[in-house]
């Protein structure tokens, strides 16, 4: 139906948008990864789409990223999994760190998402092994010690553990802990 919209963004409400194209307004509810990475008021913007329509509602989504409209998709198909509750895990979750919950059957990081319980979490984690991006789950390898002890630190430090990760790419493959961690603070610090 509407696979894309490019226009100016009039308001920003989150985790709604309202994208003004030719005069016309079209509320578009996005996931905080999307709603941060925003232009301002007034700026052209341009989103990845998909148009839920149901008996009381029709809704439009928007993405930054074909893969977390994609990742959105793969979201809606399992029962008990609507929109709301998909939107609500991509703006917990990076996609690469839900890949990573998935491929490492990990509940415990998807019950810390607002409104996923343990047995949702449980059915996620099922349904999703094997469909979701396995690909993406390996940027960031948890099983070296190093990287791992690296990753820790950074996030007993308060960082997120998606800049924790991004700073563990920019890592040279053998750095020691001690090292890893100064070189990640600094990249951290730009």
Not at 36 to 62: C, K, M, W
Request: charged letters at 20%; a positive charge.
């Amino acid at each position: 139906m509407i696979g894309r919209l490019t226009g100016v963004i009039a308001e920003k409400s989150p985790p709604q948008v309202l994208i003004d194209v030719q005069g016309v307004g079209y509320e578009v509810d996005v996931p905080m990864s999307t709603f941060y990475n925003l232009p301002a008021l007034g700026e052209r913007v341009s989103l990845l789409t998909h148009f839920v329509v149901r008996e009381d509602a029709q809704i439009l989504f928007g993405f930054f990223s074909a893969e977390e409209r994609s990742t959105f998709k793969q979201l809606i198909k399992i029962s008990g999994v609507g929109p709301r509750m998909a939107l609500s895990l991509l703006s917990g979750l990076s996609v690469a760190e839900l890949a990573q919950a998935v491929v490492r059957q990990d509940t415990g990081r998807l019950i810390k998402v607002p409104g996923v319980g343990k047995k949702t979490a449980e059915r996620l984690l099922l349904e999703l092994k094997g469909k979701l991006g396995t690909e993406l789950a390996q940027p960031v390898s948890f099983d070296q010690g190093n990287q791992a002890d690296i990753l820790q630190a950074l996030i007993a430090l308060g960082y997120s553990e998606k800049e924790a990760a991004t700073a563990l790419k920019a890592l040279p493959a053998a750095v020691g802990v001690s090292d890893g961690i100064k070189l990640a603070l600094k990249s951290l610090s730009r």
